[in-house]
């Protein structure tokens, strides 16, 4: 079962510039994450925010969430061609078990 | 560093064979997973294992097994490999208790069924 959508499916811009994700859910949750996956790579775990968190930053990251919505959004600012990746929201069911979406693919160009 | 091994990262196989895909993990997690990942389907749950000897069908199981004798070791088992699970393969894992905790992945084996 899939939990999340993210959107858009694809994004591109060009170094500099900030890069918006949004996901969506279908059930409550108590918390959600993001993670990245370079092409043809394991996920690796961007940031976590708890079902009774608002905003969270990371860096160049920032995560919101709003539980009334059921979505999630992840900025990425002053995008670099490194960040070029796929996305993707995860949120959490028993014993952890994440339901993911089906991923954003970002590309930076130079 | 945390590290979770995938021992295999590309395999081709033929149909009717026996696959086993294993993983293991040194961060002495109590969770670990099996995902596939198909493009346009996002990640998809096999199994999962929350202690040794456990396992819990996770949303697509069917036509795959899962053996974990030892807590670092999880073992992803296609018994008669079809087409249709030719697939990226990633194997995971987490510590136990509370939800959030962080989940680590391996680096995905290709698996390609011909």
């Known amino acids: 079962s899939q939990q999340g959508e993210e959107d858009p499916q694809a994004l591109s811009i060009q170094e500099g510039e900030n890069a918006t994700m949004n996901c969506s859910y279908k059930?409550?949750?108590?918390?959600l994450q993001w993670y990245r996956q370079n092409s043809g790579r394991g996920l690796v775990h961007l940031i976590l925010?708890?079902?009774?968190?608002r905003e969270k930053h990371s860096g160049r990251l920032r995560v919101t969430l709003d539980t009334s919505k059921k979505s999630s959004s992840l900025l990425i600012t002053a995008s670099r061609a490194a960040d070029t990746a796929s996305y993707f929201c995860?949120?959490?069911?028993?014993?952890?078990?994440?339901?993911f979406g089906t991923g954003t693919r970002l590309l930076v160009s130079p | 560093d945390v590290k979770v091994t995938q021992s295999s990262r590309y395999l081709v196989k033929r149909t009717g064979e026996k696959v086993f895909l294993e993983c293991v993990q040194d961060?002495?997690?109590?969770?670990m997973f099996w995902y596939r990942q198909d493009p346009g389907l996002g990640l998809r749950l096999i199994y999962f294992?929350?202690?040794?000897?456990?396992?819990e069908k996770g949303d697509i199981p069917e036509g795959y097994s899962v053996s974990r004798e030892k807590k670092e070791r999880f073992s992803l088992i296609l018994e008669s490999a079809s087409t249709n699970q030719t697939s990226m393969y990633l194997c995971?894992?987490?510590?136990?208790?509370?939800?959030?905790?962080?989940?680590?992945f391996g680096e995905g084996s290709w698996l390609t069924v011909v």
């Open positions: 995971a894992s987490s510590s136990g208790g509370s939800s959030g905790n962080t989940i680590y």
């Open positions: 059930t409550s949750i108590n918390n």
């Open positions: 925010i708890r079902s009774n968190e």
């Open positions: 995860a949120t959490d069911g028993s014993f952890q078990k994440l339901v």
């Open positions: 961060m002495d997690h109590e969770n």
């Open positions: 294992s929350y202690d040794v000897k456990m396992k």
